[in-house]
């Protein structure tokens, strides 16, 4: 997954290891650096508001279970994907059933995100916000609209273009495998050379 990735080409077309790239460079660096920005910052301005602005509490817990929930999903995903992409047949027992996982996890964080859009009133500053405050609904904001487009793209993109390449690669490795124990069979009950080396499966 260490392909250059066109930044011209619609993310609908990219080959499922430059959209896996794509992914990890684009959205899930940012959402760790920015979820680790958020925190102390929501912190702040909870300090300096609250007593005008009790939704501020709930603003900030929402955005520690939104760090907390992420950067676990972010780290199981990466392995998952990398494992799945891989050159041999992936480890995990079922592709399919882990992907799903993902998938359910993506809807746990749209339900955080739904609460902190509510929360805030769609991210509406009051009026006597000063900088902090807008900054942390500015940036609460673009994070809402960032990390929907990014699961987006992997629930309708990345993942059945995962589970079509695995189908992929374990045909083929059934295939050598079937191949092989014939190869074996033919070598130990007929005496003829081992012919594992051809590999034209067409003929």
């Known amino acids: 997954m260490d392909e250059e990735t066109d930044a011209s080409t619609p993310w609908e077309d990219l080959s499922v290891d430059k959209l896996a790239q794509h992914i990890v460079t684009h959205h899930h660096s940012y959402l760790r650096r920015e979820l680790l920005a958020l925190g102390p910052l929501a912190a702040w301005v909870k300090t300096v508001h ?31 994907v990398a494992d799945l992409l891989g050159a041999a047949p992936p480890t995990v027992g079922s592709p399919t059933a882990a992907l799903a996982l993902m998938t359910y996890e993506h809807e746990r964080t749209d339900a955080l995100l739904d609460t902190l859009r509510q929360v805030t009133a769609d991210y509406e500053v009051p009026a006597d916000a000063d900088d902090s405050y807008r900054d942390l609904y500015a940036r609460l904001d673009h994070l809402d609209r960032d990390t929907r487009l990014h699961t987006e793209k992997e629930d309708r993109r990345l993942f059945p273009l995962i589970v079509e390449r695995i189908s992929e690669v374990t045909e083929v490795f059934e295939r050598e495998r079937s191949f092989r124990a014939v190869s074996d069979a033919i070598s130990k009950d007929a005496g003829v050379a081992d012919v594992s080396g051809y590999t034209d499966y067409g003929r």
């Open 50 to 80: 609250r007593p005008r602005h009790v939704e501020l509490n709930e603003v900030e817990a929402l955005v520690l279970d939104l760090r907390r929930d992420l950067d676990a999903h972010l780290d199981r995903e990466e392995q998952l």
